[in-house]
């Protein structure tokens, strides 16, 4: 019995945060992240969310710089911060380490060459998850939004931690499903990864075409 209990494992084959806590502990799940968030060697952090926001750019050329485990922790970390509804997380992660499969997904998201980036996330609706007593829409509805929540919460970590990405939206399902090998719908790819170049700001619309006041 006790050799059965050294070998229990709660993370996945291929992924295990660079320092984890006692996992006897039964609810070191709920302290995960934030162990993961507080523990690890000291890196720049850039803590001003209004700055990471004015930062953030979607990135085409990534440098072939591996991108630091501790750094992956926290960006899947910030993942699973996000709000999700009635806290059900009715998504999943798929982080996709073989060459040979980003090439296949390159095909799968319409021959995007950057798809092959040094990380690469499939987040993916899993409307099962969520509980509510609804009509299957509605969870579906739910599902989605909770995956793109959490998408963009890495998104932003990732320029926290001096990263550079692209959230990818035209792929084909079916094809992206047997690549990663699941049948859940996914609802994004981010391609995650040190930028050849930093990009200056664009300009973006003017307020009274974005806000619009209803009395």
């Not at 899947?76 to 999700?84: E, G, K, M, R």
């Amino acid at each position: 019995m006790d050799s059965e209990k050294k070998e229990e494992k709660i993370y996945p084959q291929g992924y295990e945060p660079v320092i984890t806590p006692d996992i006897s502990n039964d609810n070191t799940r709920n302290q995960l992240l934030d162990f993961i968030l507080q523990s690890g060697p000291s890196e720049v952090v850039d803590t001003d969310l209004f700055a990471v926001m004015a930062k953030r750019r979607s990135t085409r050329k990534f440098s072939d710089k591996p991108v630091e485990t501790t750094k992956i922790d926290k960006i899947i970390a910030a993942a699973d911060t996000a709000p999700t509804a009635g806290n059900y997380q009715g998504f999943e992660i798929f982080y996709v380490k073989s060459p040979e499969k980003k090439k296949l997904l390159v095909g799968a998201c319409n021959n995007q060459p950057y798809v092959d980036a040094p990380v690469v996330l499939v987040f993916c609706k899993n409307p099962s998850r969520v509980k509510f007593d609804f009509p299957e829409y509605i969870l579906a509805k739910f599902a989605i939004q909770d995956a793109t929540l959490a998408a963009g919460y890495s998104q932003l970590a990732s320029q926290a931690l001096g990263l550079s990405s692209i959230w990818i939206g035209m792929f084909d399902e079916q094809k992206v499903m047997e690549v990663i090998g699941t049948d859940l719908i996914p609802s994004s790819v981010l391609c995650i990864g040190y930028p050849e170049q930093t990009k200056f700001p664009k300009p973006r619309r003017n307020l009274k075409d974005l806000v619009h006041v209803v009395w």
